[in-house]
C-alpha cells in the first residue's frame, strides 16, 4: 500500500471548548509523523449547541487537510459510520475529541493496519498500557463491560471502549454497513462482527488519560440499561445468523 489515503474522523458534541486547541494538536501531529500518508482531518459535529460548529467550520477554512461536516442526528456511531461510507480511503481512524489516547501511538494504529490486521485498537486493558486519572468506579464498570462482552460472545479482544481506532478498506465496506448500533455501542458491534467474520483484530497498548468529568449514579445506570439490552440485543440477531450479513437481517 503505497502513500495510503487515511481519513481521521473526529466525532464532537459540544466541544466548544477543546475542539481549536486539539484539532490543532493533531494536525500538527499528522504534519509531522505521517509524511508517507495522504491523511484528512474530518470533524464530524454530532448536533452540537455550542460554539462547535463555528470552531469546526473556520478550522476547514484555514487548513486543507481539515473538513467539517455536521450532522443533524447526535450519536458517535452515526457520525462515524456517515462518514466512513461517505469518504473513500484505504485507512478509516477515528479518536475521540478530548484525546485522551496520546497521540504517539496513531503510527502504531496505522502500521498495524498496513501489515495486515482489519481493525487495530488502541487498548487499556493489555500488557504495556497505562491509565491515568480514572476513577475507581469507572474502570471496575469498564471490565465489568468488556467481561460481559467476553461471556456473551466469548471474543478475544480485552478493550471495546477506547476511542481510538482504524479499520482497514475491507472492514470500511464489509462490516460498517451491517452496523446498526448509533451510539457508544457501535465499537462493540463493529469489533465482535469483525471477529465473527474473521478479520484480525490488533491491540495496541496506549497512555490513555481519563479527562472526562461525568461519574453520576443516573447517568451510571442509564448506561448499563443501554449496553446491556444492545449486547442482548446483538446476541439475538447473532444466534441463526451465519455472519454480519445475516445478523443484519
Not at 490486521?117 to 504495556?128: E, F, N
Not at 475507581?136 to 469498564?142: A, G, I, K, T
Not at 457501535?186 to 497498548?205: H, V, Y
Request: net charge positive.
Amino acid at each position: 500500500m503505497t502513500n495510503p489515503r487515511v481519513l481521521n474522523t473526529n466525532p464532537c458534541h459540544n466541544e466548544a471548548l477543546l475542539l481549536g486547541k486539539n484539532v490543532e494538536s493533531v494536525r500538527r501531529f499528522c504534519v509531522d509523523a505521517l509524511g508517507e500518508f495522504h491523511w484528512e482531518l474530518l470533524i464530524a459535529d454530532n448536533a452540537s449547541t455550542d460554539e462547535t460548529g463555528v470552531q469546526g467550520k473556520a478550522l476547514a477554512e484555514s487548513y486543507l487537510e481539515v473538513r467539517y461536516l455536521h450532522l443533524a442526528e447526535k450519536g458517535r456511531g452515526n457520525a462515524l459510520r456517515t462518514c466512513w461510507l461517505g469518504a473513500e480511503a484505504d485507512i478509516y481512524l477515528y479518536m475521540d475529541a478530548d484525546l485522551a489516547t496520546e497521540l504517539r501511538h496513531l503510527p502504531e494504529l496505522l502500521a498495524a493496519i498496513r501489515s495486515g490486521a482489519g481493525v487495530a485498537v488502541g487498548s487499556r486493558l493489555v500488557p504495556g498500557a497505562r491509565v491515568l486519572n480514572r476513577a475507581w468506579s469507572r474502570e471496575l464498570s469498564s471490565r465489568g463491560y468488556n467481561l460481559c462482552l467476553k461471556l456473551l460472545f466469548r471474543v478475544k479482544f480485552r478493550d471495546a471502549q477506547c476511542g481510538f481506532k482504524a479499520i482497514s478498506r475491507a472492514v470500511r465496506d464489509e462490516i460498517v454497513p451491517c452496523l446498526r448500533d448509533n451510539h457508544w455501542f457501535f465499537d462493540s458491534e463493529l469489533l465482535i462482527l469483525a471477529e465473527r467474520r474473521g478479520l484480525p483484530i490488533r491491540e495496541i497498548p496506549v497512555t490513555w488519560r481519563d479527562n472526562q468529568v461525568r461519574d453520576s449514579k443516573v447517568r451510571l445506570c442509564r448506561d448499563i440499561v443501554y449496553f446491556v439490552g444492545r449486547m442482548l440485543e446483538l446476541r439475538r440477531r447473532m444466534r441463526g445468523a451465519a455472519g454480519p450479513e445475516g445478523a443484519n437481517r
